[in-house]
T-cell receptor, first 113, second 115 residues
Framework: GENVEQHPSTLSVQEGDSAVIKCTYS??????FPWYKQELGKGPQLIID?????GEKKDQRIAVTLNKTAKHFSLHITETQPEDSAVYFC????????????FGTGTRLKVLA | DAGITQSPRHKVTETGTPVTLRCHQT?????MYWYRQDPGHGLRLIHY???????DKGEVSDGYSVSRSKTEDFLLTLESATSSQTSVYFC??????????????FGPGTRLTVL
């Protein structure tokens, strides 16, 4: 069935360093890829997304890249800060029909001060 | 934040009892989803709705039922709760507009413990 693999499951970086989280999807018809940040005790919050007709998207310190041929996409956080510490989830979806998401299993990011 | 509320936010119940969780939205979005979140599994879809009285199963629907009698409310029912249903439950909504991305927005979650 459809699957999204996410790596690593945990990631520790020093404050100010960059962090990269990678996801691979199986359904070649997927064309929408959101990233969510989940803080302790809260629901996931959308932080950035990308459609399949775009290779890269940036929003301040956050960027997402997409390689359709290899079926993988990545989240890049630069100049990490302690408030970036959270669990990050990737997802893959199709922008039609039911808009169902397939989620990755999450990455716990710790930014060490 | 999207106007989504979930109730209750916390619940402890006993095995075999029925439980109903409520999701309420003020965005008039067409699509609503119920997920469960467990360590090591991420978010898994239980059921979803694509309109009033229109629902379908997700990947982990066994033991759960849903109902949507109004656009704004989506109910998740555990007919006879089991310990394996101890989890955090999230509701999400999406406008599902043609040509749109179908971005989902999540509620704050309900932590359910089945003893």
């Amino acid at each position: 069935g459809e699957n999204v693999e996410q790596h690593p499951s945990t990631l520790s970086v020093q404050e100010g360093d960059s962090a990269v989280i990678k996801c691979t999807y199986s359904d070649s018809a997927s064309n929408y890829f959101p990233w969510y940040k989940q803080e302790l005790g809260k629901g996931p919050q959308l932080i950035i997304d990308i459609r399949s007709n775009v290779g890269e998207k940036k929003d301040q310190r956050i960027a997402v890249t997409l390689n359709k041929t290899a079926k993988h996409f990545s989240l890049h956080i630069t100049e990490t800060q302690p408030e970036d510490s959270a669990v990050y989830f990737c997802a893959a979806s199709k922008t039609s029909g039911t808009y169902k998401y397939i989620f990755g299993t999450g990455t716990r990011l710790k930014v060490l001060a | 934040d999207a106007g989504i509320t979930q109730s209750p936010r916390h619940k402890v119940t006993e095995t075999g009892t029925p439980v109903t969780l409520r999701c309420h939205q003020t965005e008039n979005h067409r699509y609503m989803y119920w997920y469960r979140q467990d360590p090591g599994h991420g978010l898994r879809l239980i059921h979803y709705s694509y309109g009033v009285k229109d629902t379908d199963k997700g990947e982990v629907s066994d033991g759960y039922s849903v109902s949507r009698s109004k656009t704004e409310d989506f109910l998740l029912t555990l007919e006879s709760a089991t310990s394996s249903q101890t989890s955090v439950y999230f509701c999400a909504i999406s406008d599902g507009l043609a040509g749109g991305s179908g971005t989902q927005y999540f509620g704050p979650g309900t932590r359910l413990t089945v003893l």
